[in-house]
């Protein structure tokens, strides 16, 4: 199994470019004002050493996680592995790609032709980060306001 112990940014832009110029070449499906692009990956060591970011391409938008240390699980194609976040639970379905090795991919968008321009796309791949790395408010929880102690348990603090 290959892993990445530095930044797999540069060589996804490599490889899914590789893609677009071979595979993908004159299919329907492409956003013409869009770019392959390796968005914010960071490293993370729960529950496993790999690597967190968005890929960016003209006919997809996923979170990907590659492996980051030789005992990362891998996966069998198209088999889901559960990740948490504070945001939530998230399946990754497992794939594998020559010249890149195991990765995981959850979909964040299949349709691209709703981007305008790389600078949206771009800005949808962090925020989609941010925001999964965020934990939900409770409905009808005041994010300004500290809970308010039981009365009972008021009385008894400090005594």
């Known amino acids: 199994m290959r892993f990445h112990a530095d930044d797999p940014s540069r060589l ?4 899914f470019g590789r893609i677009q110029a071979e595979r993908m070449a004159g299919m329907p499906m492409l ?5 392959v692009a390796a968005v914010d990956f ?7 050493a790999e690597w967190l970011g968005v ?5 997809s938008m996923g979170l990907l996680l590659l492996p980051a240390a030789a005992d990362w699980p ?9 990740r948490a976040y504070p945001a939530g639970s998230f399946a990754f379905l497992g794939n594998r790609e020559d010249g890149l090795g195991d990765y995981l991919v959850c979909p964040l968008f299949h349709e691209m032709s709703q981007f305008a321009d790389q600078e949206t796309a771009l800005m949808t791949a962090r ?15 005041d994010a300004a306001a500290p809970a308010r102690p039981l009365r009972r348990k008021f009385l008894t603090l400090g005594g």
């Open 31 to 35: 956003n013409p004002a869009l770019r």
């Open 74 to 82: 891998v996966p069998a194609p198209h088999e889901r592995a559960f």
């Open 127 to 141: 925020a989609s980060l941010l925001a999964l790395r965020m934990a939900p408010l409770r409905p009808g929880a």
């Open 42 to 48: 960071a490293r993370q060591e729960t529950p496993h």
């Open 55 to 59: 890929l960016l391409t003209p006919w």
């Open 12 to 15: 996804l832009v490599a490889v």
